[in-house]
């Protein structure tokens, strides 16, 4: 097994050039298949709101289940990298809730870093956080907490004006001190302009090739999502079609009496059977 990777190991990779492969998870089953399979970094994304609670969006998510599950994620990856998502409202309304809140991922559920979404906005949100000595990782371009605002999950930096919003943000981030930087949906020449520009990593989802790393939704990856597809995703299973169709088997076995079979069983006793037909009167 690897040695777990920490931010240094990180911006190491970086500078090799070295590609650096990102995956949410938001239960201990998934945790343990994605260490298995090396990725170097976990996200518990508040996208675990669509992905697991069935909400529309990210702003119901709570802090409470965002910690429930980093946990559970921790446990079934010990040895990677994981990054704690700060939903919505845990830290918009003061730096002070913002480090408790940021404090509490570390606490309890042992992640190795937070992430937050907005730049200029919420600068001194970072540099309160990082002055309590934890790693952070930005979030810009489509930043799905605020949606709202962005006239809904539309990728930005589309213009030369976006572009330079989406610049000024990254910018800002990188001079407050946050150690990585995620940039969604925006096109590849911008992510590629601000990943050369920065020193820090710059991962994206759905900003192309020219960056550090990507990041996907596991649950796009592995098919389990079926409400929508963003363009950027790639499928690489279809674990909804096989989920159902396994489970179809079993209903149809349940209700064709082929199940259980003889394996299944739990029989008495050798001698068990006769005492219990004499007790009975059979
Ligand atoms: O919650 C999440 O998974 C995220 C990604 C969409 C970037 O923040």
């Given at each position: 097994m690897p040695a777990k990777k920490g931010v240094l190991e990180l911006h190491e990779m970086k500078r090799r050039g070295e590609k650096i492969a990102w995956l949410t998870a938001y239960d201990y089953p998934t945790a343990t298949f994605e260490e298995a399979a090396g990725v170097d970094m976990i996200l518990v994304g508040d996208s675990l709101g669509m992905?697991?609670?069935?909400?529309?969006?990210?702003?119901?998510?709570t802090m409470e289940q965002c910690l429930v599950h980093s946990e559970a994620v921790r446990r079934g990856a010990p040895n990677t990298f994981v990054v704690g998502d700060m939903p919505f409202m845990s830290y918009q309304i003061s730096d002070e809730e913002a480090v408790k809140n940021a404090g509490r991922f570390l606490k309890?559920?042992?992640?190795d870093a937070i992430k937050l979404e907005g730049g200029v906005s919420v600068i001194s949100r970072v540099k309160a956080i990082l002055d309590a000595g934890i790693v952070v990782c930005g979030h810009i371009g489509l930043t799905p907490q605020s949606s709202g605002q962005l006239g809904g999950h539309k990728a930005q930096g589309r213009t030369l004006e976006s572009a330079r919003l989406v610049v000024e943000d990254a910018r800002a981030l990188a001079a407050a001190g946050v150690q990585l930087l995620l940039v969604e949906a925006v096109p590849p020449e911008v992510a590629g302009f601000i990943r050369a520009e920065l020193a820090i990593p710059v991962l994206g989802i759905g900003?192309?090739?020219?960056?550090d790393g990507q990041l996907l939704i596991v649950s796009d990856v592995l098919g389990t999502f079926q409400a929508f597809t963003p363009k950027f995703v790639k499928k690489y299973a279809d674990l909804a079609g096989v989920a159902t169709s396994a489970l179809s088997e079993y209903v149809a076995d349940v209700r064709g009496a082929?199940?259980?079979?003889?394996?299944h069983c739990y029989r008495m006793l050798e001698g068990e059977h006769e005492r219990f037909r004499a007790w009975a009167g059979g």
């Open positions: 992905c697991v609670y069935g909400y529309p969006g990210t702003v119901p998510v309890e559920a042992a992640v900003a192309g090739e020219d960056v082929r199940f259980p079979e003889e394996e």
